[in-house]
Each structure stands twice: as C-alpha cells, then as structure tokens.
C-alpha cells in the first residue's frame, strides 16, 4: 500500500513554500498605482494620456512577444511578468498627449527591444528601458516631444470638455492623423496654436502654483477641478505621489530612492531658490509638483532592475538622480531631465552596488571588496 | 573573556537584533491542540548506524541476539561517532541496508529489532543529585548515551562540550522560529523541569558562567511553564521577537550577545556554546535516570492528516507508523516533508526509520504545498538581500553561480550562507536560490579537494622521483653489482624505471604469459607500460 | 628677466599637476618593480601541470602528468586526460585561452575514481607492483606481503598489469566522493550556456 503511492510523491528542494508575491503581481500593483494620476491627466487634457497608453501597450506586447520568440523562449510565463506593460504605461505617460502614433511606436521598440532584449531581457538590463525609449525620442524628435497637443475650447464662452465626444474625436486625430480633419491638421502643422506646452516648459520655472493661488484669491476645492484654473499638472502631480506612497505602504518599493530624491531636489532649491533670479530657479514646491519629479522618484526611478540593490545604495542612487534632476533642469538646456538623470544614476548602478554592499556576518565589519580570505 | 553587556532578562524581554528575517504563517496552531503523545511499539524498529553525517557506528550485536530496551547495539567510531542503543527489547531481526531519511536518499546499515511487546529495561542506576558527579564523568555519560544535537544537525553533544575553551554564555535554544515545527515548545510547556535540569548539567559539564534559555515570543504557553521552573535558579529565561532564522545558533549568538561568531570559527571560539532544549531535556535523562537516548519528540503535522500532533517517538520507528498513528489520508498526500517548511528536504519512501535529528514530518497536501512556480528572471528587486540574516547578497551570487564563477562566489562569501531559505522565500521570480548554492558550494568542495589530492600526488611522485635518481647514482658509483639492464627496456623513461632484478623463475615467467594471454584489454601506449618478460627476482 | 606678457601665476597649479601627475607614474613603476618580490617565478609549464590531477598513469599518452603538460605547453590538444574529466579540460581551457572540447575518445571514456586492493591470499611478494606504483602507494618488500594505502593510491592502474599473478581488483570509490547537490536543472543543462570559448 505504501509503496504504491510513494512514485507519486513530490521531490522538492527547500524552501517548500515561498512567498504569494510574484513578479507579474509586482508589476500590475506598480500599473494600478498609477492609475489616480491617469485619470486625473484624463480629466483635466483629454484622452490623449490614455490613447498614449493603449497604443504603447499594444506595441508593446507585440514586441516583447517577437523578441521572446526570437530568443527562444516561454512565451506564457514571460509575458505574463508584465513588465513590457509597465514599461509602455511609464513611456505612455511620458510621451506628451496629443503625439502621432509613428512617435510611440519608435518608442516603444527603442525601449522595448534595443533596451531590454538586446541587452539580456528582463532582469539584464543595465538602462531603465521607459527612458532610454523617452532619450531617444526627444533626441530625435525634439519638437514633436516638447509640445503638448491637447483639445481646447475653440470660442472663450462655450462651455467645453476634454471628455466630451468632440474632444475624444480631436484627440484620436491628433494620434493618427491620417483620419485628421482639416482644421486639426492645420494645427498640427503650426508650432503653437492648440499646441500647449506644460507648465515647466513654458514658464522655465518661473510660474506660480495654480493651488496656491485658487486658495489665496479665497477659491473653494471646488475651483481646482475647474479645468481653468490651470492646476491640473499639479494635481496629477499629487496623484502620482499618492500613488508612489500607496506603493510604499504595500512594500512593493522601499523608501529609499524617492526620499532619496526628493530630498536632495528640495535641499539644492532651497539652497539656490533666488527671488530675483526667479526666472532660472524655482520655488521648492514647483520643482516637487510643477515637473515630472514624482513620477520619476516614484516610479521610474525605482525599477528595480537598474537600480542599486542595498538600501544604502538606494540612498546614494537617489542623491545621484536628485542632484543630476535639478542640475540639468536649472543650468543645463533640457527642459526636463528625469530621463537623462535616471540614465545617468543607472551608469553609477554597478559601483554604487559594488561599493555598497552589506557587510557579512562574521566578517569583522569588512567590506565585500577587501575579502576576507 | 570580554563580557558583552548582556541586557535582558525574563522581565525585560529586551535583546539585540540581527538584520534580515523573515516572518512566514506559522501553521503550529493544529499540533499543538494536544499533549506529546507516547508512540505504541511498532512491530519493527530500524535503528540506522549512521545518525548524521559522521562515521557511521559499528555493531557489537549479531542476528538472532536478544535486546533489552536501551541496549547499547553499536559502539561510536571515534570522537566524532554516536552510539545506538535499543528503543524496545526484542530481537535482531536483520542488520542491512536501509534508506535513512536525510537529504541525499542515502541507505546506511540498519538494525532491525523485532519488538518483542514487552519493552523491558537494562538496568538503570538513577541518580538524584548530578553535582555528586565531576563535569568530566558527567561528559562521558552523555557521551556513552548516544546524546547528540536534537535541534538538527545531529553533532554528538559530549565532543562539543569537551573544548578546553572558557565559555561564558550557555544558550539553551528554544527558539523553533520554522514553521509547522513545534515539538520543542510541546516539550518545554509539558516537562519544563528536565529542559531546567539538563541545562544545569550542560552548564556544570561545560564551566559556563551563565546560562540563559531562549524562546520566541509568541510561545506565552512555553515561557510561562519555564518561568515557573525556573524560579529558583541562576538560569535567565529571555524571550526574543519571533522572526525566522532566530533560532539559527550564528544569529541566536548575535541577537543575545551583540557579538557575531567569526567566518569559519565555532561558537566557542567567542565563549559560547549552544544546545537544543530537546538535546537538554536527553541530558538530564541520560544522566539522572541513565537513560540512553531512545526517543524523541517528532511533530507530525499536515493537511493530509486527520489529528497532527506531537510524539515521544521511538528511535527507528518507520515514519509510515507515525503518519498512520495520525489518520493519514494517502490519496491527498502529495509531499513528504522532513523538518519545516522552509529547510526540511522531501522524503520518497514513507518506510524510512526515524532518525535522532528527524523532528517533524509534514504530510503535505497539494492544496498546502502546490507546485513551485517555474523560475523566471530575477528582476533585481533586492528583496532577498534584505531578507538574508548572514548579511549577503543572494541575487550577486546567483548571478555568479548562473556565469560559471563559482569562485568568485565564495569571494563574496558563498560559505557564509546558513542556507536557511529566506531569500528563496521572498523570491518573487521564485528562483531556488538554495539550490544554487547548495550546488555552487559542493562543485567548490569536490574542487577543493581535487586540489589537495592532486597536490599530495604530485609531492609524493616527486619525492619517489628524487629517491630513484639518488639510487641509481649511488649503484652506478657501486663496484659490487652490475646492473644489467633487460631487453626492451626504455631507458630514458624515468617515471616507470624498473630496477631489474635476477634470478627470474620460469614459472612466473610462464604465470605472466598465462597473464598477458587472458588479458584482452586495449593495447596502452608502451611507451609507457614497460614490461620485463621473465625479469622480476621475487 | 624679461617682460612677460601674462603673469606667471598660473604655472602654480600646472606645475602641482605635473608633480601629481609624475607622483602618481612614479608609485605604479615602483609598485610594478615589487610585483614578484615575494613569488617564484612560475612557468607556463608549472601552471599546466597544476590543473592536471597528478595520477601519473600515462592514458594520456605521456609517460607521466609532467611531460604531457609540457607537450600541451608545445600545442597538444588540452582532452587527453580521462582521469581529470571535464574539470581538468574545462580549467585547461580557461588557463590557456582555448576550447573546451569532449574527452579524445581514444583516451577510453571519462572514469569513476577507483582505488586498486591487493588480494592477500595471492600475493607471491614479488614488488613488481610495489616498483610500478608512481606514488609509493604500495607498502611491502621482497617475499613479505604487499599492501595498498587506499588513502594514497590514485587509481592509476599501472600496477595491475605488471603483477604476475593478476591479484590485484580495482574498486570504484563511491562513498568518498563528497557529497554533491545537483544544480538546478536550468544550468545541469550544458547547451544552456554558451560563451566564447567554454564550450560545454
């Protein structure tokens, strides 16, 4: 009797149980984080943002898809770690609303198949592929990724909706415009006119806080979900930090690199926040909530293949990005750095990890690189 | 020996911590509904000589002999060996190879004992007071009780207690921090007074200046037994947070004393010395009441059984027994884990005999244990790193191990690592790091003793190689004997010179004709196998 | 001195980063001339015949494991040695830059380690054993009985042939190997890994 049921017995290798969390999961709780923040994005420019997303995610995946196949691997399980979608949401994001189809779609290859297959898949990469995909895009098309192509209120009194069925339509044309009507063509062909760049690039940090100044002039919450009131990039801004500090609560990331960040943005503007020169450096909160800073620190930042291990790592990885964010944003001639800031904290990655290592139990508080034997 | 300041007591439950842990679902709640339960005798015990991966015992009994319980039945070889005694009387049925229940599926002989139902005792002598007895005889009598290490490795306790180092802290580890395992909290909360009183003879055998008992915090049933047992003795019970690996000894050392154990030295080396509470509880039996070690206490726990619980198991009781003892369901058991969860190994074949390290049987069900995900990339997330109580970094040494640089590895302190499956645990790519390194670390051991074999030989040919030459200068010089030098031999090959020598008998020369003529191996280079028809002087 | 139109304080800083700059070259000529202070020279020669396992049984052709890691020195192929296995070509491999390549099934096949014991009943004590053993492995004398050191004997076979009357058995070591865990079976398969010169 015994024998007969011990063939059928499973032989395993310790640990018998592991943790529920898997990868897949990790990546679809990064995904829905962002989710406040695209709805926000939604409601205040139109559907652009989620078009933007659709689109990238479906190239995406075909991507991933011919890639794996060519490297000769399980299709199933390694499409389903979704981390090709996270990385066509972060590049579906970043691409401004309003871009054509032709801008995702290069893209999304740079980042999918250039940045991530050819160097090794998922886990080999040495660049965050979302920003190499987001560097190649504005290096080669500067233009085209430095203007916001959102619809608009064509009179001054008619009551308008990014979400009404006349902006969806504007929005669909902006990304394939093949199917353009003629007065959309027409503004896409000029370099202003519906174009509408975000509050970074068009005021270089000069601007002032939409919130602040709703609640100074005596306004109610009520007035910041008027789509006038200009305060929808902040508001986006704050999404994304919900969303990032929602992740945190769910120890999908560590506090390490945002507060890392994040700190060291707010420690250089105030030290070189300046009321006169208030055209080249800006105040503390525009550089949190009036830029791309939190979706960086949240969640470009912190993928966890091209970022530095140990916490202590973490820590010197997000003081790296901060200080390159701010110092490109404020004397360099990009508008906004985080893609060049991450990329240049992933090149510090291998000696940030090198350096940084925990020290080994029973090793006299040496360090990994003087070994003990 | 430099005190560490040792903050805690059974009031202030305050210690040091390690980095890393983790903290997995316990699953202890269903065996401990019930008291330790004594095992009937099973019809056969098999009492396996190899008990840990020491030298295996050698019988002093033969087949057909009659036993009496606690029956010394194989002699320890050397210091490093563990004696068996009987765990019924009755007779020798078989002495065989078995399969025994450890990691690697080994058989090892074994003793089978046909019970005989009537479980008579040798003669015991109790003794009530152990101080009458000096800490080396009272070494030497758990030493000939076969005590050895319950907590799981096995070591024979009487050599770990006879270092000559001074010790300071004697740690009495009933921290069970794996999960399912329970059967060192059963004991310590149903016979809290033998864990007190081997503790007392451990600490007298090894001149330790203080004692102290350890225990998780979520035990409250187990300490509050064990303070009561305590109130009247120099032993401090103390509780540490519950985290696994606690009860890890290198981590346990560094969670009491703020000291941590050096690479590749043992806890005594820094004054300390470890025991399990289980190991405890035999010492006071071996010694108060001579009682060799027989039994133990085994959780059997799982799904797939109706009542889990705790045993006082015997020695070489099969482990079909047991799991029959707790209403097995056969058909939903689909794995046998020996140990915990988290570093017990799977067992096939549900007839190996109990072993003295075996502590827990998990008769798994699917439902409990599915099928480990497939491994997919490891995503960086750092996750193990933080989990890891040695302090390392598990994804570096995978990565290392998957390049072929396993020595480069153990650069990176491959050696260090307690394999104790924290950082497979919280894998989200489900990666059997273990695993790796578990094979990383044998290919460096096979290696490593490559090298030293390979650089033995070596020395040893060239040490023959230098005594030839200085011959055969010495003979030439010499006016006494020629040395004639037979035909077909190649002179200036130096690694097989064959000293000729007369008087070659015909009869070996016609045996080494029989030789070549039954031989029909492959012809080998003769440039190297020289031969000498006829020429050996016997 | 003449006029100089600049002033010369900006030699200052050229010259403290000349003097660093001939500092810094100066500690490296030095460190370089200390490299072997404290080593033997060791030779290409020494450094093959470490990887080789030191049987000394001549299966690879070779009267011995010294001559044949001069002759690898001198170009032969690195898969002549069926005692070392796929460890000693694999480690050859890396040493020399070169392929890793099967076993010369010339050679015979790879080989379980054996140690060789001598049946006493048969022995004559005649030392031929004793005489072809490359490392002393056989203990005894002329007419006294001949034993093996099982601890030193490295399975070399070359005192089987030689024995006259055939009483010596070869006995495949099993249980000293060291215990050994299997790696996971992503990397027990060879073709999983291929690199430039380490095939598998």
């Not at chain 1, 490109?328 to 291998?350: E, H, M, Q």
């Not at chain 2, 200046?209 to 032993?235: N, P, S, W, Y």
Request: proline share 6%; glycine share 8%.
């Amino acid at each position: 009797m015994i024998t007969s049921t011990t063939s059928s017995l499973i032989a395993s290798c310790s640990p018998q149980q592991q943790a529920k969390i898997t990868t897949g999961q990790i990546m679809l709780w990064v995904i829905a984080a962002c989710l406040p923040a695209i709805f926000l994005s939604t409601y205040f420019f139109g559907i652009g943002v989620m078009l933007n997303i659709v689109l990238a995610s479906v190239f995406a995946l075909s991507f991933e898809a011919v890639a794996l196949k060519l490297r000769n691997k399980n299709l199933r399980t390694n499409l389903l770690d979704n981390s090709a979608l996270v990385t066509a949401v972060l590049l579906g994001i970043a691409i401004p609303p309003g871009s054509e189809w032709w801008l995702i779609l290069s893209g999304v290859f740079f980042a999918v198949v250039i940045a991530k297959h050819a160097f090794g898949g998922l886990g080999q990469n040495l660049f965050n592929p979302a920003m190499c995909g987001y560097a190649m895009l504005l290096l080669a098309f500067p233009l085209d990724m430095t203007s916001w192509h959102i619809p608009v209120a064509q009179q001054a009194d008619e009551p308008f909706s990014p979400l009404s069925l006349a902006s969806m339509q504007t929005s669909i044309q902006f990304l394939l415009p093949a199917f353009a009507t003629d007065s959309v063509s027409n503004t896409l062909n000029l370099a202003d006119g519906l174009s509408m760049a975000t509050p970074l690039i068009e005021q270089k940090m000069a601007g002032k806080s939409a919130i602040f100044a709703i609640f100074n002039s005596a306004g109610s919450w009520l007035d910041l979900l008027r789509r006038e009131s200009g305060a929808g990039w902040e508001l986006v801004n704050i999404g994304f930090m919900v969303g990032g500090l929602f992740l945190i609560y769910k120890k999908i990331i560590s506090w390490h690199i945002p507060l890392s960040i994040i700190g060291s943005i707010v420690l250089l503007s105030l030290l070189f926040y300046s009321e006169n020169s208030v055209n080249t450096y800006g105040t503390t909160y525009l550089h949190l909530f009036g830029s791309a800073t939190m979706i960086g620190a949240f969640f470009i930042a912190t993928d966890p293949v091209s970022a530095a291990t140990t916490p202590i790592g973490k820590l010197l990885y997000g003081v790296i990005i901060g200080c390159c964010i701010y110092s490109i944003r404020v004397w360099g001639s990009y508008l906004d750095s985080i893609a060049f800031a991450v990329l240049f904290g992933n090149f510090c990655t291998p000696l940030i990890d090198h350096y940084c290592a925990p020290t080994i139990y029973g090793h006299a508080r040496k360090r990994i690189w003087k070994p003990a034997n | 020996m430099k005190h560490s300041f040792f903050p805690a007591t059974s009031s202030s439950k305050k210690s040091y911590y390690f980095t890393g842990g983790i903290k997995p679902p316990a699953n202890k709640k269903r065996s401990l509904r019930s008291v330790i339960m004594d095992t009937p005798i099973p019809e056969f015990l098999y009492l396996s000589l190899k008990q840990y991966s020491g030298p295996d015992a050698i019988p002093v009994v033969c087949v057909g002999d009659k036993v009496l319980k606690g029956q010394l039945l194989a002699n320890a070889e050397g210091e490093l060996g563990v004696p068996i005694h009987a765990s019924t009387s009755g007779t020798i049925r078989e002495i065989t190879n078995r399969i025994i229940p450890d990691e690697f599926g080994h058989e090892a002989g074994s003793i089978c004992i046909e019970a005989d139902g009537q479980d008579t005792w040798i003669t015991r002598q109790p003794i009530t007071d152990f101080k009458s007895l000096g800490p080396e005889l009272l070494r030497e009598k758990i030493q000939l009780a076969g005590i050895c290490g319950l907590g799981g490795a096995g070591f024979p306790t009487g050599k770990k207690f006879s270092s000559n180092k001074p010790i300071d802290w004697l740690i009495i580890n009933g921290a069970e921090c794996e999960p399912y395992i329970t059967c060192d909290q059963a004991l310590i909360r149903e016979n809290p007074e033998t864990i007190v009183s081997g503790a007392r003879i451990l600490q007298r055998i090894c001149r330790a200046l203080h004692c102290v008992i350890v225990i998780e915090q979520d035990k409250q049933d187990a300490i509050d037994a064990l303070g009561t047992a305590i109130h009247d003795c120099e032993i401090e019970l103390i509780s540490v947070p519950a985290k696994y690996p606690s009860g890890s000894e290198r981590q346990l050392i560094q969670m009491l004393t703020n000291q941590e154990v050096p690479s590749g030295k043992l806890p005594q080396d820094i004054g300390v010395l470890t025991a399990n509470a289980g190991t405890a509880s035999a010492v006071h039996n071996a010694v108060i009441n001579n009682e060799p070690l027989i039994s133990r206490i085994t959780t059997v726990c799982g799904d797939a059984l109706k009542t889990p619980k705790n045993f006082r198991a015997l020695i070489g009781t099969p482990v079909s027994f047991l799991l029959e003892l707790c209403g097995i369901d056969y058909t939903s058991l689909s794995r046998l884990i020996v140990g915990g969860s988290l570093r017990g190994f799977t067992l096939k074949n549900l007839d190996a005999p109990i072993i003295n390290t075996t502590n827990c049987l998990i008769a798994g069900s699917l439902r409990e244990f599915p099928p480990a995900p497939a491994e997919l990339a490891c995503i960086r997330c750092g996750s193990c790193t933080d989990a890891c109580p040695a302090g390392l970094m598990p994804q570096l040494l995978y990565d290392q191990i998957r390049s072929n640089e396993s020595a480069k590895a153990k650069q990176y302190g491959l050696n260090d690592c307690i394999e104790c499956g924290a950082c497979a645990y919280v894998c989200p790519s489900h990666i059997p790091l273990v695993q790796y390194y578990r094979a990383a670390k044998s290919d460096l051991a096979a290696q490593k003793l490559r090298q030293r074999l390979s650089a033995k030989w070596q020395q040893r040919f060239e040490v023959r190689q230098t005594r030839i030459r200085l011959n055969e200068k010495r003979k030439k010089g010499s006016r006494r004997r020629s040395l004639s030098r037979p035909e077909g031999m190649d002179v200036t090959d130096t690694s097989l010179e064959n000293f000729s020598r007369e008087n070659a008998k015909q009869q070996i020369a016609d045996a080494v004709a029989r030789v070549k003529a039954r031989k029909n191996r492959t012809p080998t280079n003769t440039q190297v196998k020289t031969k000498n028809p006829g020429e050996g002087k016997p | 001195m003449t006029a100089l139109a600049f002033s010369p304080w900006f030699l200052i800083p050229i010259s403290l980063t000349l003097f660093m700059v001939l500092s810094y070259a100066l500690l490296l000529l030095a460190r370089n001339l200390n490299w072997n202070a404290n080593n033997q020279p060791v030779s290409l020669v020494d450094l093959v015949n470490q990887k080789l396992p030191q049987t000394q049984c001549g299966q690879c052709g070779f009267s011995g494991c010294r001559p044949y890691a001069e002759a690898i020195v001198k170009g032969e192929a690195i898969n002549k040695c069926p005692p070392g296995g796929k460890f000693t070509i694999n480690s050859l491999a890396k040493l020399l830059n070169k392929a890793a390549i099967e076993l010369d099934p010339a050679q015979g096949g790879y080989t379980v380690p054996t140690v060789v014991e001598i049946r006493e009943e048969e022995c004559i004590g005649c030392t031929k054993c004793i005489q072809a053993c490359p490392v002393d492995a056989i203990l005894g004398a002329a007419k006294l009985m001949h034993s093996v050191i099982r601890n030193e004997c490295t399975g070399c076979d070359l005192c089987i042939d030689p024995c006259p009357v055939d009483c010596i058995d070869v006995i495949p070591l099993n249980s000293s190997t060291p215990l050994r865990w299997q790696a996971p079976a992503i990397i027990s398969n060879p073709d999983h890994f291929i690199r430039p010169g380490n095939m598998t």
